[in-house]
């Protein structure tokens, strides 16, 4: 769980680039890393030669309404503990009906205990994102590399339209839009994401 600042956790990556690579390099980020590689990119220019940003905050849209409820001590806490009960006891009839073998598999041996710290990370990992989002869309206007903005028109977590508008925000950002993907592209389509990376790489800084 982030404990510390965009800025304070971007300056660490950073720290690890400067001490293992040479020269800039390509960062792929999803999701909430999405709005860490934009920090970085922005305070380091330097360190990163592109960006390729997967399903990931910053557009105008990518915060809804359910991360502000998420977000609230108290309707946040209820909420997940409502959704962790019905996940409880439901998800062994709804794993046998999925197309998943994995999760068919995987959900009856999944322990209380750890959903209940997935729980108590993703609340805290709200509450952190509602203090950083005016700060993500200050910087976005101060990213100038190359930035690939991968969306899914399934996601549900961050909507293609957020997508649409950090792509257009970004000086050199360009959309890549994936057909029949929702908000884990990385796991779902690697093959596209690794295309994209690869890319970016091959470009001349």
Same mark, same amino acid.
């Given at each position: 769980?982030?404990?510390?600042?965009?800025?304070?956790?971007?300056?660490?990556? @950073?720290?690890?680039?400067?001490?293992?690579?040479?020269? #800039?390099?390509?960062?792929?980020?999803?999701?909430?890393?999405? =709005?860490?590689?934009?920090?970085?990119?922005? +305070?380091? #220019?330097?360190?990163?030669?592109?960006?390729?940003?997967?399903?990931?905050?910053?557009?105008?849209?990518?915060?809804?309404? =359910?991360?502000?409820?998420?977000? @609230?001590?108290?309707? =946040?806490?209820?909420?997940?503990?409502?959704?962790?009960?019905?996940?409880?006891?439901?998800?062994?009839?709804?794993?046998?009906?999925?197309?998943? =073998?994995?999760?068919?598999?995987?959900?009856?041996?999944?322990?209380?205990?750890?959903?209940?710290?997935?729980?108590?990370?993703?609340?805290?990992?709200? +509450?952190?994102?509602?203090?950083? +989002?005016?700060?993500?869309?200050?910087?976005?206007?101060?990213?100038?590399?190359?930035?690939?903005?991968?969306?899914?028109?399934?996601?549900?977590?961050?909507?293609?339209? @957020?997508?649409?508008?950090?792509?257009?925000?970004?000086?050199?950002? +360009?959309?890549?839009?994936? #057909?029949?993907?929702?908000?884990?592209?990385?796991?779902?389509?690697?093959?596209?994401?690794?295309?994209?990376?690869?890319?970016?790489?091959?470009?001349?800084?």
């Amino acid at each position: 769980m982030p404990a510390e600042p965009f800025d304070v956790q971007a300056d660490l990556f @950073a720290q690890l680039i400067t001490s293992r690579a040479a020269g #800039p390099v390509v960062v792929v980020g999803h999701s909430y890393g999405g =709005g860490l590689a934009l920090f970085l990119a922005a +305070r380091h #220019p330097d360190l990163v030669k592109g960006l390729v940003l997967v399903a990931s905050l910053g557009g105008k849209g990518s915060v809804t309404l =359910g991360d502000w409820l998420l977000a @609230a001590p108290l309707l =946040g806490g209820i909420a997940s503990a409502l959704t962790l009960g019905v996940y409880e006891h439901f998800a062994p009839t709804l794993a046998r009906f999925s197309r998943s =073998g994995a999760l068919a598999a995987n959900v009856p041996t999944v322990p209380t205990s750890v959903l209940s710290q997935q729980r108590t990370t993703f609340l805290a990992e709200q +509450r952190f994102l509602m203090k950083e +989002r005016k700060e993500l869309d200050k910087i976005l206007d101060t990213v100038h590399c190359p930035a690939t903005v991968i969306t899914g028109d399934r996601d549900l977590i961050i909507p293609r339209e @957020a997508a649409v508008d950090l792509a257009a925000r970004l000086s050199n950002g +360009r959309l890549v839009e994936i #057909p029949g993907q929702g908000h884990l592209i990385p796991r779902d389509a690697p093959d596209a994401v690794a295309q994209e990376v690869l890319e970016l790489v091959a470009t001349p800084v």
